[in-house]
């Protein structure tokens, strides 16, 4: 894993600092050594970890930890942000119908990503094709096709024709009726003319929705000017980082996304077409700091940013009253409800409520039995951000993509967009409540 260490000597760094009640500049210098010491052996560049040094010791010094937080925390949160702030966003790919060329040199794991990313496409319920058109490498086609039927997708490719763009005009015939055809290009050890030329001339046949680069995590520091040549001649929309399995660098991908102005797409971890994920800025760095420890501590600062109303982008009921009970809202009260018993039973205990209001409501309304839940769960992994944010553009044919994807019926996923209305009407009939019956109804179902 990239950074394997960073967790472990930043945590033995910190704990320096329990017991205190101020951060001296002392304290930051050392937090700020221990992360550029992990970051440069990850191959970080140098001027991105000075960067970020220096944003992290402003913010340490200048800026008041809220109240309750003890400076370690504080000072855990601030690196915690400012690394999901280097390694950014992740790059959008909407679930829609497209085309993606792969770019990247002889080894980097290109074949093995294009299937993994067909693999991908189809458990959110698109219909993907891989386009092979490597005619350089000898077995290219065999490992390629091979990988395809495992990803048990559609794919095109000819081992007797040697003109790349000829393949590739070919392919864009034949798979017509895909909805994703990720292309995937030829390359060399290293970036010659005629490899550019080549993917230029490939580029120009395809015109491509997106290009993304796939970096091999050990590549270092030549990842960056590896990346600003393949910039400049087909421009870089995403970086792909394979390979994270075996090793402790990754830095250089890093290099790369700055270099191309882009961000990171997803990321691979095995030879195997299931072993990709999309990349996610702050899971990313949990799990590089280690997660169970981040996300207490995530926690404890946020009930303390609530206790003194800072944090104003946190989830906050008030928010669901206004209408914007999401399915991320839905999702969080069904795992609390898991924890807790029935809702209804909830209601009960809650003065004024109790069976008048559960009366009202159909009798399924509450009903969320294991089984369903772990349907609902699964649906809504094949949903986008937009349909989990807003889930009034679930039409017919979104529902019929997301059955395909998550391999259920389209009558569980209604169901669950039923009972996300009837959960959202319930929440808004709370709104003749007084603020403080609310909150602590709030509080009682979070806990
Ligand atoms: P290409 O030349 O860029 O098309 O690279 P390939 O897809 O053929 O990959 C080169 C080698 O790296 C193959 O042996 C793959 O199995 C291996 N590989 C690709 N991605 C990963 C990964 O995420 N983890 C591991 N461990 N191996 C990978």
Do not use: C
Not at 180 to 207: H, K, S
Request: no cysteine.
């Amino acid at each position: 894993m990239v950074l394997d260490d960073l967790g472990s000597s930043l945590r033995g760094t910190l704990d320096d600092l329990r017991g205190k009640s101020r951060i001296s500049e002392e304290d930051i210098e050392d937090v700020v050594k221990e992360i550029q010491r992990s970051l440069l052996q990850a191959d970080v560049d140098v001027s991105l970890v000075q960067e970020l040094s220096q944003n992290i010791k402003s913010r340490a010094l200048d800026e008041e930890p809220p109240a309750g937080t003890t400076p370690r925390d504080w000072v855990l949160r601030i690196v915690y942000e400012e690394l999901v702030d280097l390694v950014g966003e992740s790059t959008d790919i909407p679930l829609e119908e497209q085309t993606i060329m792969l770019a990247g040199l002889y080894g980097s794991g290109k074949t093995t990503t294009a299937a993994k990313m067909a693999w991908w496409f189809s458990t959110k319920g698109l219909r993907p094709a891989i386009i092979q058109t490597d005619t350089d490498r000898p077995g290219a086609y065999d490992q390629a096709k091979e990988m395809a039927d495992r990803a048990e997708v559609e794919f095109y490719g000819d081992p007797d024709e040697d003109d790349p763009v000829k393949i590739a005009r070919e392919g864009l015939g034949a798979t017509q009726d895909a909805d994703v055809r990720i292309v995937d290009t030829a390359g060399r050890d290293g970036l010659n003319e005629e490899l550019i030329e080549q993917i230029e001339r490939i580029e120009a046949e395809v015109n491509p929705d997106r290009n993304l680069l796939v970096l091999d995590a050990a590549m270092g520091q030549s990842a960056k000017s590896q990346a600003a040549d393949f910039q400049e001649a087909i421009g870089i929309d995403g970086v792909v980082i394979t390979k994270l399995d075996g090793t402790a660098k990754g830095g250089g991908a890093l290099a790369a996304v700055d270099e191309t102005d882009s961000t990171i797409a997803f990321l691979g971890s095995g030879e195997t077409v299931k072993d990709i994920e999309r990349f996610e800025p702050s899971g990313f760095i949990s799990r590089l700091l280690g997660m169970g420890d981040l996300k207490q501590l995530t926690e404890r600062v946020e009930r303390a940013m609530e206790e003194t109303g800072e944090d104003e982008e946190d989830w906050d009921p008030e928010d669901m009253l206004e209408g914007q009970f999401t399915l991320k809202d839905m999702r969080k009260q069904m795992e609390t409800m898991n924890n807790m018993g029935p809702l209804d039973q909830v209601m009960d205990m809650i003065p004024g409520l109790g069976g008048g209001l559960m009366d009202q409501l159909p009798d399924n309304a509450m009903d969320v039995t294991q089984e369903r839940m772990r349907d609902f769960e699964v649906i809504m992994e094949s949903m986008t951000e937009e349909e989990l944010e807003n889930p009034r553009v679930v039409g017919q044919s979104r529902t019929e993509r997301i059955a395909r994807g998550s391999g259920k019926p389209e009558e569980r996923i209604r169901e669950l967009l039923q009972q996300h209305k009837q959960m959202e009407q319930m929440l808004k009939q709370f709104q003749g409540m007084g603020d403080g019956d609310m909150e602590r109804m709030m509080k009682q179902m979070q806990q």
